[in-house]
């Protein structure tokens, strides 16, 4: 059967969602959007230039992925709103991933405006995915609010540092019923592989792709990645030794012993 | 809290001192480091340091590229008047200065931003001298309205403002500023700017941190290097950013590191700031603020820019005039002399054979 995932009305087989900052050349972006098998790609539409044709990132998105564009750069969620308002009076559809951040060390998504600004495009028919910093309470109110989707955090965006949050993705996958998607710090396609073992629906990278030698190649890494690391899920991971090998069942292994009633 | 009590935390400072026992292991011990404070900023400006340069621009490059990608975001400046009230020595708009001064009018402005907006640019940097009369607030925010029917990100470099009129800008469509404190050293400044309202040392320091509480998006500062030792005032430029960006989280704060050329007021430098020196600082400031942006100018030659641009800088400019009208009436009575008098055309192209991908936008005005 086939493993498909449904993000609002859309169903989906990519797991690997993709991003479009970074990338030396915007001619390179195609090609390592077409490597990974992306089908969602997001933009951030403060780079979006619909006055300079050639320049204009939004030509590069292959026309058969759903476009979505970002709020980067969006401090409060009235400048969030704001943004994903332009995106669709430019023609960029219905989709919007919420980033509203106020942290300009580490770039840390402010949860409460990103919750403030779901509930207002959800209302207004976006398919809303918000960047978040993975917390539990968070995550539920975004689910009232109206997302399609949770994107918590790995670790600060464009760090390369992985699944820093392990601990909390674990919880937000577990508890929440919309796909999480875990969105930024994943450094590496073995990052990609361990969160989708844990069990998010999909991934999100950006830099990692971007900055790398060769974009296409290491985009076509991370889909092999998330395949590995879906496919490992789907077939049931054994359990973990946390102290090496044990005997199977030394505590209660006299149950079968026969002496007991 | 303002920025001169946190710098009255060093004044004690013996730089002499301190750098007198920087040795190479300390400089080594900074390099390793993950994330570095104030000490170990000034350990990687010392002297001892520049023997370290090609490791310090190895990981200059590396967390430039991490944090910002393969790309360059490009402006360009344009004067719109150079009237000016003050008495700065080493400024060619010196209100004593013999030059022509102009204003431009509305019309102007707009023949200069149809000229600057065919090359792709969305970015815009309006300067002006100072001059209640001739550049007042009113004056610069209308120049704005006219401004944003071509640029989605207007940033001004003009004189210092109060918050309730940095306030005024932001809600006209203002979201970058930038000045430039010249020297931090107060006792020097006072000895440079003899009169005009920028000889109040306290209220142009304090600037930055108004347009900060204001909700300016962009905040640029920097020390104009030639003044004073360039590594206290490298170090004074690195900890006011720090010390914005923390108390203004939302703020991005950026840094210039700009070097005196030759101007109409022929002031020489006091202090000469060769290229190892500007390399160890920029360096030296990527290191410490991975994130903050550092923007060049075309004061500096073709040859130290092609460099630059992969050692930590972000933003570079091109097609630049430092004159009045400069993009429609070409060069005269400028501020300074440039040296890079390269389009925004040759620089991208010059950013492309060097791997990094020109950005000619990257904010879409709200307002």
Redesign the interface.
């Known amino acids: 059967m086939e493993d498909l995932f449904t993000i609002g009305n859309k169903q989906l087989q990519s797991r690997l969602l993709m991003g479009t900052?970074?990338?030396?050349?915007?001619k390179d972006m195609p090609k390592a959007i077409e490597a990974a098998a992306a089908q969602i790609v997001t933009v951030a539409?403060?780079?979006?230039?619909c006055a300079?044709e050639?320049?204009n990132i939004l030509n590069y998105i292959p026309k058969n992925c759903i476009l979505m564009p970002n709020t980067s750069?969006a401090?409060t969620a009235e400048?969030a709103v704001?943004?994903a308002h332009?995106a669709r009076a430019m023609g960029c559809g219905d989709w919007i991933k919420i980033e509203v951040?106020?942290?300009?060390?580490?770039?840390l998504p402010d949860n409460q405006e990103t919750i403030k600004a779901t509930e207002i495009l959800a209302k207004e028919g976006f398919i809303v995915l918000p960047y978040m910093s993975p917390d539990l309470m968070s995550a539920k109110r975004l689910v009232d609010a109206g997302a399609a989707a949770v994107m918590p955090l790995g670790s600060p965006i464009?760090?390369?540092r992985g699944l820093q949050t392990v601990e909390l993705l674990r919880i937000l996958i577990d508890e929440i019923d919309l796909p999480i998607i875990v969105d930024a710090g994943i450094g590496r396609p073995s990052e990609a592989a361990a969160a989708m073992e844990m069990g998010a629906a999909g991934v999100l990278v950006n830099?990692a792709i971007?900055?790398a030698t060769e974009p296409a190649a290491m985009a076509h890494a991370f889909k092999l990645a998330v395949q590995a690391g879906r496919s490992a899920y789907l077939a049931g991971l054994g359990r973990v030794m946390p102290n090496g090998a044990a005997a199977s069942s030394p505590l209660t292994g006299f149950l079968r012993d026969g002496e007991v009633l | 809290m303002s920025f001169l009590q946190e710098m009255e935390k060093y004044k004690d400072l013996d730089l002499p001192e301190f750098f007198s026992k920087i040795k190479d292991q300390d400089v080594l011990s900074v390099l390793r480091k993950e994330k570095l404070n104030r000490c170990d900023y000034l350990t990687l400006l010392s002297p001892r340091a520049e023997h370290h340069l090609e490791a310090m621009a190895q990981r200059a490059r590396k967390l430039t590229i991490q944090n910002f990608g393969n790309v360059m975001q490009l402006f360009t400046p344009m004067y719109i008047a150079n009237y000016c009230d003050n008495l700065c020595v080493y400024c060619g708009f010196n209100h004593d200065n013999v030059l022509e001064r102009k204003q431009l009018t509305m019309a102007e402005i707009e023949a200069e931003a149809q000229k600057i907006s065919e090359t792709g640019l969305k970015h815009i940097l309006i300067l002006t001298g100072e001059s209640q009369k001739y550049s007042s607030v009113d004056y610069i925010l209308s120049a704005v309205q006219v401004l944003k029917k071509f640029f989605t990100s207007i940033s001004v470099e003009i004189y210092s403002l109060t918050e309730a009129e940095y306030v005024q800008a932001v809600q006209s469509g203002v979201d970058g500023m930038t000045m430039f404190q010249e020297v931090y050293d107060s006792s020097i400044y006072k000895e440079l700017h003899l009169a005009g309202p920028k000889s109040i040392y306290e209220f142009r320091l304090d600037a930055p941190e108004r347009a900060c509480r204001a909700g300016m998006r962009n905040v640029n500062i920097g020390a104009l290097l030639g003044l004073n030792d360039w590594r206290k005032e490298a170090f004074f430029t690195g900890v006011h950013a720090d010390y914005l960006q923390h108390a203004y989280k939302d703020v991005e704060v950026a840094v210039s590191t700009p070097r005196m050329r030759p101007c109409a007021a022929g002031f020489p430098p006091r202090v000469i700031v060769n290229d190892v020196n500007l390399v160890q600082y920029i360096t030296a400031y990527r290191i410490f603020m991975p994130r903050s942006g550092i923007t060049l100018s075309s004061r500096e030659s073709r040859m130290m820019r092609d460099h630059l641009v992969r050692l930590g800088v972000t933003k570079i400019s091109g097609g630049v005039t430092t004159a009045v009208g400069g993009h429609t009436k070409g060069e005269d009575s400028s501020q300074f002399d440039i040296s890079d008098t390269r389009s925004i055309a040759e620089m991208a192209q010059m950013l492309y054979s060097e791997g990094y991908q020109p950005v000619y936008k990257d904010w879409q005005g709200l307002y």
């Open positions: 900052g970074k990338f030396s050349c915007n539409l403060r780079r979006a230039d300079y050639a320049e750069g401090r400048e704001r943004i332009m951040i106020s942290d300009n060390r580490y770039l464009g760090s390369n830099t971007a900055i």
